[in-house]
């Protein structure tokens, strides 16, 4: 409720046709109120008895870059994972969320309004609905509220402008919804996936010393294109305000090379078996040779004991039909000036669009990229 009532006075108001959207937003949280109190203090029971020898797996890379894709395969084995009702009622995860679950994933969107994917009661999802739900830290504030897209983006991606005690706040909820994550698991490693945590690397490797991070990078030309529809998306299906204002070809434009000047900058300082790098078009290649060398290079057991969960998985999901944009020399070229130094790093030196037709993602998957 305080992250509720906070953003939507700190938001700027909320427009007539949204009206219904916040006051049933507000409804609902009150009538959640006691059973989310409750909640509290059997979280605080429980993690005193948690094991936290399991550091946890960050899957990273820019949206829409192959990290949903990576994530549905890799969550097939035994690792704890962001389920649809942690990501949507986070503070109710163990109690009135498990206690309804039947009913609430029958109110579960049928697919994502991103890119038309299926969403499944298993479906893993990223933290960061998660954590808007929970503190003022997150770029879906900004999405939210478009009125102050600038800012929150700002803040809820690179954190500029938060001071000492905003980040040690997003720290300590992270944290803590990691817990509940752990004991909704049964103490298995927890398996994260979120772009937002390409540029803090640093952090968590300092929150975390023992985590292990896995990036994921894709043609910047198809980065970019798949972007655009995004944003468009997203503000389409959340926005609580106008929204025609946001120039989000400068958006996708500027962010890219923050994030992964800031992944170069952190990755340096981590250990050779705490980090490992692939490609999307090598995984969609070879998905089982990838997530192999995910496992040999991150030094963690179990490949061979889910290799048949994993080859199930893939299977499944062959066939699958991406999303089609159009391309056109400008958008060669544009993308060529501002990302230029990461179309060489990767090989991309030539951006050319994907072929129609082919999988970008899979058929389980959460709000927020592909």
Same mark, same amino acid.
């Given at each position: 409720?305080?992250?509720?009532?906070?953003?939507?006075?700190?938001?700027?108001?909320?427009?007539?046709?949204?009206?219904?959207?916040?006051?049933?937003?507000?409804?609902?949280?009150?009538?959640?109120?006691?059973?989310?109190?409750?909640?509290?203090?059997?979280?605080?029971?429980?993690?005193?008895?948690?094991?936290?020898?399991?550091?946890?797996?960050?899957?990273?890379?820019?949206? &829409?870059? +192959?990290?949903? *894709?990576?994530?549905?395969?890799?969550? $097939?084995?035994?690792?704890? @994972?962001?389920? =649809?009702?942690?990501?949507?009622?986070?503070?109710?995860?163990?109690?009135?969320?498990?206690?309804?679950?039947?009913?609430?994933?029958?109110?579960?969107?049928?697919?994502?309004?991103?890119?038309?994917?299926?969403?499944?009661?298993?479906?893993?999802?990223?933290?960061?609905?998660?954590?808007?739900?929970?503190?003022?830290?997150?770029?879906?504030?900004?999405?939210?509220?478009?009125?102050?897209?600038?800012?929150?983006?700002?803040?809820?991606?690179?954190?500029?402008?938060?001071?000492?005690?905003?980040?040690?706040?997003?720290?300590?909820?992270?944290?803590?919804?990691?817990?509940?994550?752990?004991?909704?698991?049964?103490?298995?490693?927890?398996?994260?996936?979120?772009?937002?945590?390409?540029? &803090?690397? +640093?952090?968590? *490797?300092?929150?975390?010393?023992?985590? $292990?991070?896995?990036?994921? @990078?894709?043609? =910047?030309?198809?980065?970019?294109?798949?972007?655009?529809?995004?944003?468009?998306?997203?503000?389409?299906?959340?926005?609580?305000?106008?929204?025609?204002?946001?120039?989000?070809?400068?958006?996708?434009?500027?962010?890219?090379?923050?994030?992964?000047?800031?992944?170069?900058?952190?990755?340096?300082?981590?250990?050779?078996?705490?980090?490992?790098?692939?490609?999307?078009?090598?995984?969609?290649?070879?998905?089982?040779?990838?997530?192999?060398?995910?496992?040999?290079?991150?030094?963690?057991?179990?490949?061979?004991?889910?290799?048949?969960?994993?080859?199930?998985?893939?299977?499944?999901?062959?066939?699958?039909?991406?999303?089609?944009?159009?391309?056109?020399?400008?958008?060669?070229?544009?993308? &060529?000036?501002?990302?230029?130094?990461?179309?060489?790093?990767?090989?991309?030196?030539?951006?050319?669009?994907?072929? =129609?037709?082919?999988?970008?993602?899979?058929?389980?998957?959460?709000?927020?990229?592909?």
């Amino acid at each position: 409720m305080g992250t509720l009532l906070g953003m939507l006075m700190a938001g700027g108001g909320v427009s007539t046709r949204r009206l219904p959207q916040a006051a049933m937003a507000v409804g609902a949280t009150l009538a959640r109120l006691p059973f989310y109190s409750c909640e509290k203090l059997y979280v605080a029971h429980k993690k005193r008895r948690l094991d936290r020898s399991k550091p946890p797996i960050f899957i990273l890379g820019h949206w &829409r870059s +192959g990290t949903t *894709h990576l994530y549905n395969i890799m969550s $097939k084995a035994d690792f704890g @994972y962001v389920p =649809p009702l942690a990501a949507g009622l986070p503070w109710d995860l163990l109690g009135l969320a498990s206690l309804l679950r039947p009913l609430l994933e029958k109110t579960l969107p049928s697919d994502r309004f991103i890119d038309k994917i299926p969403v499944l009661p298993d479906s893993p999802q990223e933290d960061e609905v998660a954590i808007a739900n929970m503190c003022p830290l997150s770029f879906y504030h900004g999405l939210y509220f478009p009125k102050r897209f600038a800012e929150f983006f700002e803040r809820g991606v690179f954190l500029e402008g938060c001071t000492a005690q905003q980040i040690q706040d997003w720290q300590r909820t992270f944290t803590y919804f990691l817990d509940k994550l752990s004991i909704h698991h049964a103490g298995r490693q927890i398996l994260v996936k979120n772009p937002v945590y390409t540029a &803090r690397v +640093g952090m968590l *490797h300092s929150m975390f010393p023992d985590a $292990k991070f896995i990036h994921i @990078y894709r043609n =910047p030309v198809n980065v970019f294109l798949s972007m655009r529809n995004f944003y468009h998306r997203l503000f389409e299906e959340l926005a609580l305000q106008p929204y025609d204002h946001v120039p989000i070809d400068d958006v996708i434009l500027a962010t890219y090379p923050r994030m992964m000047d800031a992944l170069l900058r952190d990755q340096e300082s981590l250990p050779a078996n705490q980090f490992v790098e692939l490609s999307y078009e090598d995984l969609k290649e070879d998905p089982l040779g990838q997530v192999e060398r995910v496992y040999d290079d991150l030094e963690l057991t179990g490949f061979t004991t889910h290799r048949e969960r994993f080859e199930a998985y893939v299977e499944g999901v062959r066939g699958y039909r991406t999303n089609r944009y159009a391309t056109s020399p400008d958008v060669a070229g544009t993308v &060529r000036k501002h990302w230029g130094p990461f179309l060489k790093r990767w090989g991309y030196e030539e951006p050319s669009p994907e072929p =129609p037709g082919r999988a970008e993602t899979t058929s389980a998957a959460g709000i927020g990229d592909g």
